[in-house]
């Protein structure tokens, strides 16, 4: 089993963040992972995106041609990766940044408004956890318990109270997607 995640979006998004996250939780789970970032030099605002390869044997590089997911957390994401999908791979995009349809019909496209349900949850920066919760949902490639023992690992000290708010927002992506 190998599976290669790609998340992509603007700087402050928490793409890399969601990565991290994502690769942990393959750690925990005794899985072999890469965790490969790339951003552009802005603190903020800048492109942003990493890849995630999960796999039980060895890997062999952390790049990735057509990974198996991609989550685009804004439309100039979308854009550049909707054709790299893998074919019957997961295609996760956030509604609320991006102003069209996927074009592709050999994937499974989930659209979720990842920045508006995280603000019901009084914070826009927990779209990521949405869409990754929403991601997981169907695509079952990590346990949730996995991804939620990696957010209690990596969220120390003052940023611990954010490991909570980050389990329900990973719910919440799951509810819609099972509730559509």
Known sequence: MQNETLIAGFGGQGVLFTGKIMAHAAMAENLQVTWFPSYGPEMRGGTANCTVVISDEEIGSPQVRQPHAVIAMNLPSLDKYENQVAPGGYLVINT???????????????????????????????????????LLAEAKFLKVGSVE?????????????????NKKAMQKGADYIKGK
């Open 149 to 165: 023992k990696a957010l209690e690992e990596s969220l120390h000290g003052n940023k611990k109270t954010m490991v909570e708010i």
């Open 96 to 134: 609320s940044m991006v102003n069209r349809k996927a074009k592709r019909s050999d994937i499974h496209v989930l659209e979720v408004p990842g920045t508006e349900l995280a603000e019901e949850l009084g914070d826009k920066r927990l779209a990521n956890s949405i869409l990754l919760g929403a």
